[in-house]
């Protein structure tokens, strides 16, 4: 009883802007303004939108001072209501729940995952609802923008609600995950396969 369409980027303006739900798993994937416009003008008016992982992201690599989170989409950036800018060391991270009472992570007990811990620049912070987070500071080692250390830990949202007019944005930052040739031009075979977070039931 669902129809699904899949594209390799958001120029497809007409078939998201018909469709009642969307679903983005990308990473440095720039939309152009045209279809920026058109999907935050279909969220506006209803659009419901599953934003997962590198969705926000815009990366300038390899750089000699690391990897770069150019501001490039405002109007993108803006409607999901942050932007990916660093991440530390892939490594074990626990996540916890914001809002017990939301029936999106009700009954969701802490959990501990191994994936990129998403350090972001937010747009209207206060029109999030957290549901997931995690406490962390230090440095995000091969980013540009790599000095995360506070007098005490920063509070990173790993998933939040963002409604927009009469539409609701889901965005869960987790679900790295790489395989053997992925990475290029970085190098030309990775040698594992990595699903992080894909792996957890919690997920």
């Known amino acids: 009883h669902v129809r699904v369409k899949v594209g390799s980027d958001y120029e497809d303006i007409a078939s998201i802007t018909s469709s009642a739900f969307l679903v983005s798993y990308t990473c440095d994937v720039r939309p152009s303004q045209a279809a920026q416009d058109a999907i935050r003008d279909w969220v506006i008016g209803g659009g419901r939108w599953l934003a997962l992982h590198g969705t926000n992201s815009a990366l300038d ?51 501990e995952t191994d994936d990129e811990l998403y350090l972001m620049e937010y747009h209207h912070r206060e029109e999030l609802v957290p549901l997931l987070h995690c406490d962390w500071e230090g440095d995000a080692a091969g980013f540009a923008e790599n000095d995360w250390a506070r007098d005490e830990p920063d509070r990173h949202l790993v998933q939040y609600l963002r409604r927009l007019g009469d539409g609701q944005i889901l965005y869960n930052t987790l679900g790295h995950c790489r395989s053997h040739w992925d990475m290029v031009p970085l190098a030309n075979y990775y040698p594992s396969t990595e699903r992080c977070s894909w792996e957890k039931p919690q997920y």
């Open 61 to 111: 690599l390899p750089r000699p001072n690391g990897v770069e989170s150019p501001r490039v989409f405002p109007t993108w950036v803006d409607t999901l209501g942050s932007q990916f800018i660093a991440h530390p060391p892939i490594q074990p991270y626990l996540v916890e729940v914001t809002d017990d009472d939301h029936w999106l992570v009700a009954g969701l007990e802490p959990f």
